[in-house]
């Protein structure tokens, strides 16, 4: 049985999220190991590389992937070099990404087929919760395996709530997202009708922040992009609009009518369309006030 200093963990998808939640690992005292697209940051981090997906799943008996689409993610475990061409016998594979829950069910099957394990594990808490260690984990898959898992999930996250089977993590963090992503566009158009009313920015957010109408997209949001006019993303509008697609279409596969959502999207594709597809989610501001006729910065106007 190997030592915590000697378990070589896995990990695919060193981007926004993936980059700190594989720190927190290595910070536990894993030994991570990635593959070689990721070789700039592997050296920066100190991890060890392989070459492709395939001798990553044949050296490691755990691996976490985190990617972008649900379109990345089979390719990923399913392609040509995929993970599960020769994986380890009784591997265990933690799906990070924001995925919906039929592609979720059908890396489960295929992973079952290879011989190995899946559970689908969506985060939710942004960088900072991931650099803090303190994200929420929605788990689907058995509860065998989840125990398997659950030393590794520790290292990065607060909460970790089993869902129920493979999917079950992906269909909560579904709800979950639709919320954030409709939420944070109502925080936009909130926020330009105030500009449109002659309310000042940091004031209206002060009143908003302690009634009603606060949450946490609203505290998110505002003092962080729109008063600062600052939308580096961290959170990237190219990442909640693939997610609202993503939810809207499995509103259509369940029958479930999303009107909230379907309008919203609609929202990030113009803001997409506008080029702020890499900047912050938050950025969908500044399409709801070009929308609105508003002079740019026109609701910092006011008060400075």
């Known amino acids: 049985m190997p030592t915590m200093q000697e378990t070589e963990v896995g990990f695919i998808g060193l981007g926004l999220m993936g980059a700190p939640i594989a720190a927190r690992l290595q910070q536990a005292g894993y030994r991570v190991k990635t593959i070689s697209r990721h070789s700039v940051k592997a050296r920066e981090c100190g991890y060890d590389t392989v070459a492709s997906a395939a001798e990553l799943a044949a050296d490691c008996d755990i691996v976490f992937t985190c990617l972008p689409s649900p379109e990345a993610s089979l390719i990923l475990y399913k392609g040509d070099g995929g993970l599960l061409e020769r994986p380890r016998n009784n591997a265990l594979f933690i799906e990070l990404s924001t995925i919906d829950p039929k592609s979720a069910a059908d890396l489960g099957a295929a992973c079952k087929a290879a011989g190995s394990v899946f559970l689908d594990a969506p985060v939710s808490g942004g960088p900072g919760g991931a650099r803090a260690g303190t994200l929420s984990v929605m788990v689907g898959g058995e509860l065998a395996d989840l125990e398997r898992a659950r030393p590794f999930l520790e290292s990065l996250s607060s909460k970790c709530f089993h869902m129920g089977a493979v999917g079950a993590g992906s269909a909560t963090k579904m709800c979950n997202q639709m919320l954030t992503g409709v939420t944070n566009a109502l925080v936009a158009e909130a926020m330009v009708l105030g500009a449109k009313m002659g309310l000042d920015a940091s004031r209206l957010f002060e009143v908003l922040h302690v009634s009603s ?13 729109i008063i600062p006019r600052n939308f580096d993303a961290a959170f990237a509008l190219d990442g909640i609009y693939k997610d609202m697609e993503c939810i809207t279409r499995t509103g259509k596969a369940f ?20 080029g702020h597809g890499t900047k912050d989610a938050a950025s969908v501001y500044l399409t709801v006030e070009r929308a609105a006729g508003l002079p740019e910065a026109s609701s910092l106007a006011r008060g400075t």
Do not use: I, M, T, W
Request: glycine share 6%; no cysteine.
């Open 255 to 274: 029958g479930a009518r999303l009107l909230f959502a379907a309008v919203a999207q609609q929202l990030y594709e113009e803001a997409r369309s506008a």
């Open 213 to 225: 109408g606060q949450s946490n997209s609203l505290d998110r949001v505002v003092p962080k992009f």
